[in-house]
């Protein structure tokens, strides 16, 4: 019935905790890379979910801007995937993935997966494309991690 019933089944406060730890670390990240560094200095932990107000927005131009490394939070040595915009209207737009990110890409999906029904005994055919548009590799991920 559930992919991670821990998570799935907590209580609202808990799930708010969790939900205000993940933001929280999630911004200690993005501060090692130069362009959130500048953007987040002013911003501490957050003591709240009210306060996500507080975080700016990422724009294309955001991404464009800091093409090719700007945006990378962690050592190239890190980083498994790599995927980029042809970059046909401006610079390319690039993101980099960890194994990490892979590991908690593939269980988000194969939970979303398993939320709508999808089972081990299912035979899943992924019709999404694996050019520049990366969330087909989601659905790989997602599938082979629930088995199908």
């Avoid at 670390?25 to 200095?41: G, N, R, T, V």
Wanted: charged letters at 25%; one cysteine or more; glycine letters at 8%.
């Amino acid at each position: 019935m559930f992919w991670q019933k821990d998570i799935e089944t907590m209580d609202r406060k808990a799930l708010r905790k969790f939900q205000l730890d993940c933001i929280n670390k999630q911004i200690a990240l993005a501060k090692k890379s130069e362009h959130y560094k500048d953007k987040l200095s002013k911003i501490g932990e957050l003591k709240s979910l009210e306060e996500v107000v507080k975080l700016p927005f990422t724009t294309k131009q955001d991404l464009r801007d800091s093409f090719p490394y700007g945006c990378l939070a962690t050592d190239l040595q890190n980083v498994v995937r790599m995927h980029s915009s042809s970059g046909t209207t401006g610079n390319p737009t690039v993101v980099f993935h960890t194994k990490e990110d892979i590991a908690n890409w593939a269980n988000i999906s194969a939970r979303s997966m398993y939320c709508a029904g999808a089972r081990n005994t299912d035979v899943f055919q992924n019709t999404m494309g694996y050019g520049l548009f990366s969330g087909g590799l989601g659905f790989h991920y997602g599938g082979e991690r629930l088995g199908m």
